[in-house]
């Protein structure tokens, strides 16, 4: 745990203008253990720099970014389709230690993610023995049947993980969410930090940090060591959806991060159970392929029939051996939210360890308990749909009008299992450039990490921020943008 420091260490701080923690953690301005002065250094010299300054060069950030296509889909808007991702260029700061334990707790939780799906999708022990209800698992909309005693290999089903966490007042990190299936947002790290780069070369001038540049290499690494055996030189590919994909940009950035073919679902075929891909020049085998299509879009022949995105046979090739798939099919039961409740009784189950990273406290409305609590609890409480991502369907029961909190009330009543609740978290923030100047705004990470035989996890990760005053919704569909995160190099 880093716990904020006194008021005599605070007056002591370097001062940065405009910007009020309040009784909020900093992820800049509270001083930590271990950084060498380097938090101080960084304070200092932004509060050297006037803030037309500051200004001048995210501008000057912003065009780079949007000159080179970094842009995701917002489907709402009809009137602004593809948009860049907001990039704050205040910097967010972990400190070696800080990142030590981070690092150690991202590993375990995929570890304990990965037995818990070879566990569901073999012996199920964990539902036999009731840690964790059979029901929630074979019940759940993503559950796939056809995975029961599907070989993969070294066992792993996640090979990219993205965990949400969360910094508390008392900055303590708290996992807020796993993303298991397919999560995205990698590519704003690395393209962040070239930005960064070359917006601000006097910040970074003679501050030691972890790189964040290894991870195509990293990727690419892994997708051959899960190839099938025997293959020299495997060929990898990345299927992806299509240009009209809100992640399209991603696909086509860690494609050519891997120095791998991008591919959609007509440029591959099926014959005697084996991949081939179309080219110029005839058809070549495929060995493995980093998938970033929804399950039930991936093979029209076992899933959706009038999918147009997959591929006829893939399932058939991936169960025969011949090829290998990442993420596995049937993830998604790993990152489901009201599943995210029980994820330290599975650490303890199959690791025999205490989290490394305590959950955010979650009651679960599919048990009466948890429904009784959140419903006399209702204003005090975040209400979230189980089977929604990006922020949709939240209620924050502090920020509800009485018409949300009374609709809110109606849906959890009407299906009470669709439903998790937990407290309002005072999350971190950190200095943000707002059109007012330099102000506190609400963040969170999402460290990377993937997995073949050994697990692997990107320093730092995508720090996400929430640009609306107060706003604790940091998703890109709903307004939120990004800062580059630093990973200090030990003294």
Request: overall charge negative.
């Amino acid at each position: 745990m880093h716990v904020a420091s006194g008021p005599d260490e605070a007056s002591a701080r370097p001062p940065l203008p405009g910007h009020d923690a309040g009784p909020f953690f900093c992820e800049l301005t509270t001083p930590r253990n271990g950084d060498a002065g380097a938090l101080a250094t960084i304070v200092a010299r932004l509060a050297a720099l006037p803030v037309e300054e500051l200004r001048r060069r995210a501008a000057a950030a912003e065009r780079d970014l949007f000159n080179l296509g970094i842009t995701f889909t917002v489907y709402s808007e009809a009137t602004a389709i593809d948009r860049i991702l907001p990039f704050d260029l205040i910097p967010r700061v972990l400190t070696a230690g800080e990142w030590r334990t981070l690092e150690a707790g991202v590993k375990q939780r995929v570890a304990a993610l990965n037995l818990f799906l070879h566990d569901v999708y073999n012996a199920q022990r964990i539902l036999k023995d009731g840690v964790v209800p059979a029901g929630l698992v074979l019940g759940n909309v993503n559950y796939r049947p056809e995975m029961q005693g599907f070989p993969v290999p070294f066992n792993t089903y996640v090979h990219i993980c993205g965990t949400d966490i969360v910094r508390d007042t008392d900055g303590t990190f708290r996992v807020l969410e796993d993303n298991a299936r397919t999560p995205s947002g990698v590519s704003y790290v690395i393209e962040n930090r070239h930005a960064m780069l070359r917006a601000f070369p006097d910040l970074m001038r003679g501050i030691a940090l972890r790189p964040v540049d290894g991870y195509g290499i990293r990727l690419q690494g892994a997708m051959c060591e899960i190839a099938p055996p025997g293959v020299d030189d495997p060929q990898v590919v990345l299927l992806s959806p299509g240009i009209y994909n809100s992640a399209y940009f991603e696909h086509v950035f860690l494609a050519r991060e891997m120095g791998v073919p991008l591919v959609e679902g007509a440029d591959l075929t099926v014959e005697n159970d084996r991949v081939f891909m179309r080219t110029t020049t005839g058809c070549a085998p495929v060995h493995a392929i980093y998938r970033r299509i929804d399950d039930t879009f991936l093979d029209p022949t076992v899933f959706r029939p009038d999918s147009m995105l997959g591929v006829p046979g893939l399932i058939a090739a991936w169960r025969k051996g011949h090829v290998a798939l990442a993420n596995a099919v049937g993830t998604g039961v790993a990152d489901d939210k009201a599943l995210y409740a029980y994820m330290p009784r599975i650490i303890r189950y199959y690791l025999a360890e205490d989290p490394i990273l305590q959950n955010v406290e979650t009651q679960i409305c599919r048990e009466a308990d948890g429904l009784a609590y959140t419903l006399a609890n209702l204003e005090k409480l975040v209400v979230k749909p189980v089977g929604e991502s990006g922020g949709y369907g939240i209620t924050i029961g502090p920020r509800a009008t009485r018409a949300e909190l009374e609709a809110a009330r109606a849906k959890l009543i009407a299906d009470p299992a669709n439903w998790i609740s937990q407290p309002v978290i005072g999350l971190s923030v950190g200095p943000t450039l707002t059109p007012d100047g330099l102000r506190p705004r609400h963040l969170d990470l999402r460290p990377y990490a993937i997995t073949a035989r050994d697990t692997w996890v990107l320093p730092g990760g995508l720090s996400r921020v929430a640009l609306k005053p107060g706003s604790l919704v940091v998703n890109s569909s709903q307004g939120g943008g990004s800062k580059d995160t630093w990973v200090l190099v030990d003294e």
